[in-house]
């Protein structure tokens, strides 16, 4: 094993910029961390030879099953002679059994040293990265057979492992055995078993202890993990079930696909919330969806055996009752339910309850005030899901082993549970501190204090954690900041990063790898850094392959990063997978619906923003999840003109067009910018959004050379003198104009000092952006060295918009003066803002 571990390492190394901090983790070595699969790893060459005899069995497992389906064939290859007796061949167990023997006898003289070479990577999955599923289900079924008594085969294994049955209490070394769900604590390990086995291991690890005291009886006897197990399976009617247990038609995935078959229903009695608009499929139910769930207490599940459960698709939303909240009805597992149950506030039992049957959902009023109770809504889900996951597949596991001692013929298709890879929840953060708050948050819904590896929890509080960030210079720029400025920049604001973990109800295991992960956390440019760009060879998206939960937290952040990284991101989700080699599960127990290619209309999408944009509702509008959309919005919005300070003539001028920047900028410079220098306004600011726009009007201001302008863009974030200097010149007026993106205003926050006009080239992403500028023009803010001429002046704001703004004219204006404004066939309006 540690000759495959250390070649599993250097690949990683090599992909080291495919998987970021994941896949770099994978390739380092550790001795002290080192971990073999069972305590006399010094009696094994290799554990390839293990693997070895593991292909040789499910090759053999494979026929079996064809055969039990009839489609077994003459021509199919037959086994080797050394695989056969006197008898004839050798059953599964059998030739897997005395592989197994005989790789070990052969190494019983082998030199002691070579198990210090046995180094494992802090990454701690199998070496083919494979999820779970058979591969360690069928090496522990070896453990079974090997019961021949050698005592110095009696050693700790690498415990905290859900799986292990068939063993009684009595039986289990202390580091062996697993403590009840309710309330108690991990014993402390030996080296070993530290820190690192509480991770995910504790699914792929494999047993090999033997127990001389066990006989065949034991075997039927469920131990008191596998009961523990038994009640942490998923209900029949728990929404995971319904959702992802049922598979869909290729005849329904067709209907989702057309916009005529949803339709809307709205409700405004949910208690706190905004009008909720609920767009959901109509589609028959008949002979849509079948259930891949194993039937109680059935032994044999026959193929033709008919077990199709018709559901119904999108059911309405149904509010909860929130003095009488009772957190069952939501199907909460009881872990979590006694962190969180007495914590929820009436918006987070409503959030949760719209969540909760994996239906997409959208929420635009997600502000800096409301941040904490949304993440931890977030949190809550996707530890429900992912111990909902692993409970199912431990459960499989279980029958699938006892299936195989007793020789039970079983139906591969009702044991579908998994996806070409293990990630099944995907974050998509803005920065290094939103995935601090939620690493911090899942910590607190499982209550996993000090159940941490401590080198990566230190690790992590250096890189993502907020280190020095509340005091020195950066805390001094704040001052006098608006509060949403300080919430957003607080702590560590990097916006490249990507880290993958794995979670259990006792623990979570930092930077594991991409394809070894329960859940990624990263920002929508870390992570296309790490999957490559479309077209590129070397291309690696197998492990978004199978992502369930798709999380885009703080949206409108994006829209202030870079959007086409997000719809990048977004469009590689759940794609197809380009080689067999991207899959890293058992092949047998992939869910049909994801073979069929059916994995997007699954996935739910949870979209959370401070601020409705259209980009944001696009994307959410082309999710086609069966379970339906949910969008929470404000029916009538006041606006933030009563906001604004100053008194100003207010010109709203319409350019042609619906959404046509083309059109927007010819407008622009044949009408509004020859007008503006025939009046000869000074000290005029032109506030652009689009990074882009502002490169054509750059570029058209240059080639005309009618006025002197300066300009502030993003990227002078970096360059303040280049700042400090055009800020200068506009305000002594050797600068009529002075051109000012959007994304600078966001990452900074300047006051800007002289302004006396302003020009709106298209309203701002954010409404109270709008009032932050016009409030710059305050008279104490104005040059009292200005000529008289300007100072005879009005102060003026002009906003240059489309019929197609109405998001940004709502917002700003209002909901009642933007109907107002777009019923008007008039192309300019003009008004008076008195200010206070």
């Known amino acids: ?81 050394d695989s056969e007796t006197e008898e004839g061949p050798l059953d599964s167990h059998q030739l897997l059994m005395q592989t197994f023997t005989d790789i070990k006898h052969s190494a019983i003289d082998s030199d002691h040293d070579e198990s210090d070479e046995c180094e494992d990577s802090d990454d701690s999955e199998d070496p083919d990265g494979s999820y779970l599923s058979n591969d360690y289900a069928d090496l522990e079924t070896v453990s079974k057979y090997e019961n021949n008594g050698d005592s110095d085969e009696q050693s700790n294994d690498e415990s905290h492992m859900e799986q292990q049955s068939d063993e009684s209490e009595e039986d289990l070394d202390d580091d062996d055995l697993l403590e009840k769900e309710e309330g108690s604590k991990l014993e402390s390990e030996e080296d070993h078993n530290s820190d690192d086995d509480t991770d995910t291991d504790d699914i792929q690890t494999t047993k090999f202890k033997k127990n001389h005291h066990k006989n065949e009886q034991k075997s039927s006897i469920p131990s008191l993990q596998e009961e523990e197990e038994e009640e942490d399976v998923p209900e029949d009617n728990d929404p995971f079930c319904s959702h992802f247990e049922r598979c869909l038609s290729d005849k329904t995935a067709d209907a989702l696909k057309d916009p005529g078959n949803w339709k809307q229903r709205c409700y405004n009695n949910w208690t706190g919330l905004p009008i909720i608009k609920h767009s959901y499929p109509s589609i028959p139910t008949t002979n849509n969806i079948s259930d891949t769930r194993p039937k109680p207490r059935r032994k044999m599940l026959s193929l033709n055996q008919d077990v199709q459960q018709q559901p119904t698709i999108a059911p309405p939303l149904k509010q909860p009752d929130l003095e009488n909240f009772d957190i069952n009805t939501l199907f909460i597992k009881k872990i979590i339910q006694k962190n969180v149950s007495d914590k929820l506030t009436h918006f987070q039992k409503q959030m949760l309850s719209l969540v909760s049957n994996y239906s997409d959902v959208f929420y635009p009023e997600s502000t800096y005030d409301k941040w904490d109770e949304v993440t931890s809504v977030y949190c809550i889900h996707v530890a429900n899901h992912i111990l909902k996951t692993r409970a199912r597949i431990m459960k499989n596991n279980a029958k699938l082993n006892k299936a195989m001692t007793s020789n039970t013929e079983l139906d591969m298709a009702h044991f579908q549970d998994q996806g070409y890879a293990r990630a099944k929840v995907l974050f998509l953060l803005p920065s290094r501190h939103s995935a601090y708050r939620v690493v911090n948050s899942l910590i607190e819904v499982l209550q996993l204090k000090g159940n941490r590896d401590d080198k990566n929890k230190t690790r992590f509080e250096e890189e993502f954690g907020p280190g020095e960030e509340q005091t020195g210079a950066r805390q001094r720029s704040k001052r006098d900041k608006a509060p949403d400025f300080i919430a957003t920049f607080t702590g560590d604001t990097g916006d490249d990063f990507k880290i993958g973990l794995t979670l259990n109800k006792r623990s979570m295991r930092l930077y594991s790898g991409f394809y070894g992960s329960d859940i990624i956390l990263a920002s929508p440019l870390g992570l296309r850094r790490s999957t490559g760009i479309e077209g590129d060879e070397d291309v690696d998206t197998g492990f978004l392959t199978s992502i369930e939960i798709l999380i885009m937290d703080q949206a409108d952040m994006f829209q202030m990063q870079n959007w086409d990284h997000v719809q990048s991101v977004f469009d590689s989700v759940n794609g197809a997978i380009r080689t067999v080699a991207e899959i890293k599960t058992d092949v047998g127990r992939v869910r049909s619906w994801m073979v069929d290619g059916h994995a997007r209309h699954y996935r739910q999408t949870i979209l959370s923003s401070s601020v409705f944009t259209n980009e944001q509702n696009t994307l959410f509008a082309s999710t086609l999840n069966f379970a339906g959309r949910v969008q929470l919005f404000q029916s009538s919005l006041e606006g933030v003109m009563s906001q604004v300070l100053v008194s100003a003539e207010l010109v709203l001028l319409r350019a042609p067009g619906l959404n046509d920047q083309e059109a927007r900028l010819l407008y622009f410079t044949k009408e509004l910018m020859p007008q503006h220098i025939a009046s000869k306004k000074a000290y005029t600011l032109l506030y652009i959004p689009s990074y882009y726009d502002y490169l054509s009007i750059n570029q058209y201001l240059s080639r005309e050379r009618d006025i002197d302008f300066s300009s502030i863009n993003e990227y002078m974030t970096t360059k303040m003198s280049h700042v400090a200097v055009a800020r ?81 004219l709502s917002a700003t204006l209002g909901t009642d003066n933007m109907k107002e404004l777009l019923q008007s066939k008039k192309r300019v309006h003009i008004c008076t803002i008195t200010g206070r």
């Open 1 to 81: 094993r540690g000759g495959s571990n250390r070649a599993r390492g250097g690949s990683n190394r090599a992909r080291g910029s495919n998987h970021g901090r994941g896949g770099s983790n994978s390739g380092r070595s550790n001795k002290s961390h080192s971990r073999p699969p069972f305590k006399s790893r010094d009696r094994l060459k290799s554990y390839s030879q293990i693997k070895a005899a593991k292909r040789k069995y499910e090759e053999e497992h494979d026929k079996s099953i064809k055969k039990i389906k009839g489609e077994s064939s003459d021509e199919e290859v037959k086994f080797s002679s």
């Open 728 to 808: 200068s010149d506009f305000f002594k007026g050797q600068s009529k104009l002075l051109l000012y993106t959007e994304r600078f205003h966001f990452y900074k926050r300047p006051t800007i000092k002289g302004i006396r006009h302003i020009i709106f080239y298209h309203l701002p992403t954010y409404p109270h952006f709008f009032t932050e500028m016009c409030n710059m023009m305050l008279a104490s803010k104005q040059n009292s060295g200005a000529s008289r001429q300007q100072k005879l002046m009005r102060p003026s704001i002009t906003v240059v918009f489309q019929d197609s703004d109405v998001t940004q």
